[in-house]
């Protein structure tokens, strides 16, 4: 009879209501599963979103676990290579190294001036410059895909830490 009680509460506006009545306190021998419930929903929340790299856009991807370095002479793992390769993309208007050309300003310059948020911006988007236009690179699966290792890849070159040209790699 409950059951039906809650079925037809819950095609009254008060869904809740139907809720409530289904998990209370009297039906349930005077416990109430609403506080475990909530909370269970909740941990599983919050594990999706901590988990979720592509609702975590805050935090910058870091090159450093995607390197070893020994005697001055890094390699990278395949992960750091996608970057790599995604910056052929770049290196036509900003240089085979990234230090910039007569139509484009040095990438390495720039990104130790820019957060993530507006490097994800003006790669997605493009910009418009004093010298010329960057264009939108939104529709480029080529580049969309390695976003985050052209980043980490364009970090570590404008830090000093890898050097231009091609890259040795291990596998991990």
Not at 36 to 45: D, E, F, N, Q
Not at 55 to 68: F, G, M, N, T, V
Request: neutral net charge.
């Amino acid at each position: 009879m409950h059951i039906n009680l809650a079925v037809q509460r819950s095609r009254n506006p008060s869904f809740v209501g139907a809720f409530l009545s289904v998990i209370a306190p009297e039906r349930l021998g005077g416990k109430s599963i609403l506080v475990p419930l909530i909370g269970t929903a909740l941990a599983i929340g919050s594990l999706f979103f901590a988990a979720s790299p592509s609702l975590a856009e805050d935090s910058p991807p870091s090159y450093k676990e995607h390197i070893q370095c020994e005697d001055g002479k890094c390699k990278v793992d395949l992960w750091l290579v996608r970057g790599y390769r995604a910056f052929s993309q770049c290196q036509v208007c900003h240089g085979l190294d990234g230090t910039g050309s007569t139509i484009a300003p040095s990438l390495l310059d720039k990104m130790l001036e820019i957060d993530h948020a507006r490097y994800v911006d003006v790669v997605t988007n493009g910009y418009q410059g004093q010298v010329g236009v960057m264009p939108a690179w939104k529709e480029n699966p080529n580049v969309m895909k390695y976003i985050d290792q052209l980043y980490a890849y364009l970090m570590a070159r404008a830090d000093g830490t890898l050097p231009a040209g091609r890259l040795e790699r291990y596998d991990r």
